[in-house]
C-alpha cells in the first residue's frame, strides 16, 4: 500500500483508504449529491459549445480548443482525447443518477443537453444540485463532531465495521490499551498475496498526535506479524507525525484523521442515511429522436 497525500497535503492516505475515497468523492458528487465535476478536458468541450451555442464536429471542436489554450494536449489525437472526456463524463453522471451533459448528434457532432431545457430550467437544477451538497457537507461536519462524543467501546465497533466495510479480512481485536487505544489486526489482499495490517485507533482525541506514536507504532508491528500500520486519530495531528508516516525507508504508517475519517464513514453509509427526492426533467434525447423522426 503505497503512501500517497491526500485531498489537503496533509492526511496521508494508503492504497485501500485512498481508493475508497475517490471511489465516491470527489471527482463529483456521488448519491448524496451534487454533478460530477468536469475533469479539464470536458470543461474546455463544455467552455466551446456552450460560448458557440451549436453542435461541432469533433475535429472542430477539439481544434477550437486547442486555439484558445484551454487545455494542453500530451496526445498525437486530440479529437479522440475530447471525445474520450466526453463519454466518460456522461457515463458517471449516468451512474449517479444525473442527467447527462453531452450529447452526440449524429455523424461525429456533438452538442450540449442544455440547449433542450430553458434556462429557468437549467438554474433550478444547479440550485438543487447546490443545495445537495450544501447539505451533505453539513451533515459530514454534523457526523465528525458527533464522533467526538461516541464511547469508546461504541467507537471500537464503528471502526470495525469501516475497517470490514473497506475490504480488510479477519479483523481482530489484538489488543486494549489501558488509555482507551485499540489495536486491530487484519489481512489487507495485494495482489495475489495477504498483507497484515495493524491499525490503531487512538482513544483520546483530545492529544495531538505526534511522530512518537508513529514511532511506537512502528516498533510494534512485529508483535503483531503485520508489515504496515494504520493510526486513526480523531485529534489533530502534528506536522512531524505526517513527516515521520512519510519515511520511505521504514514500515508504511498511514495517519487517518477525523475528516478522512468520516469521509470513509459516509461512503460506507455509516452513520448516514441517504433520501432520494424526485425531480423531473426533460427527456432531450427522446425529444430529438421524435423530431428526427419527421
Known amino acids: 500500500m503505497p503512501k500517497t497525500t491526500f485531498v ?18 470527489h471527482d463529483g458528487a456521488d448519491a448524496d449529491g451534487s454533478a460530477p465535476k468536469l475533469d479539464v478536458f470536458a470543461q ?13 464536429d469533433i475535429k472542430d471542436l477539439a481544434d477550437a480548443i486547442f486555439e484558445r489554450k484551454l487545455v494542453r494536449f500530451h496526445t498525437h ?29 449524429s455523424r461525429g457532432r456533438w452538442g450540449l443537453s442544455d440547449w433542450g ?27 465528525g463532531k458527533a464522533m467526538l462524543d461516541v464511547n469508546p ?5 464503528v471502526a470495525l465495521t469501516l475497517l470490514e466495510g473497506l475490504g480488510y479480512r479477519d479483523v481482530k481485536v489484538s489488543k486494549r490499551g489501558s488509555d ?3 489495536f486491530f489486526s487484519a489481512d489487507w489482499r495485494q495482489g495475489l498475496a495477504d498483507v497484515r495490517v495493524c491499525i490503531q485507533l487512538v482513544g483520546d482525541s483530545s492529544v495531538e498526535l505526534d511522530a512518537g506514536a508513529v514511532t511506537d507504532l512502528r516498533g510494534t508491528l512485529h508483535h503483531y506479524s503485520a508489515a504496515e500500520g494504520v493510526i486513526i486519530h480523531l485529534g489533530d495531528i502534528a506536522k512531524d507525525a505526517i513527516t515521520e508516516s512519510r519515511e520511505e525507508k521504514l514500515a508504511s504508517v498511514t495517519l487517518i484523521d477525523r475528516s478522512s475519517f468520516v469521509e470513509l464513514l459516509v ?28
Open 267 to 294: 461512503d460506507q453509509g455509516i452513520g448516514v442515511r441517504r433520501f432520494h427526492t424526485p425531480v423531473l426533467l426533460i427527456d432531450t434525447e427522446y425529444l430529438d429522436q421524435l423530431k428526427g423522426a419527421k
Open 180 to 182: 482507551n487505544d485499540v
Open 117 to 143: 431545457m430553458s434556462a429557468d430550467m437549467v438554474r433550478l437544477e444547479r440550485d438543487i444540485l447546490s443545495a445537495s451538497e450544501e447539505m451533505r457537507q453539513a451533515a459530514i461536519a454534523q457526523l
Open 44 to 56: 474546455a468541450a463544455y467552455t466551446v459549445l456552450s460560448d458557440g451555442g451549436a453542435a461541432m
Open 8 to 25: 489537503d497535503g496533509v492526511t496521508v492516505v494508503a492504497a485501500a483508504f485512498l481508493n475508497a475515497l475517490q471511489a465516491h468523492t
Open 153 to 157: 467501546d461504541a467507537l471500537e465497533h
Open 77 to 105: 489525437d486530440p479529437a479522440m482525447t475530447i471525445q474520450a472526456a466526453m463519454v466518460n463524463d456522461n457515463q458517471r453522471r449516468k451512474q449517479r443518477g444525473h442527467r447527462k451533459l453531452f450529447v452526440n448528434m
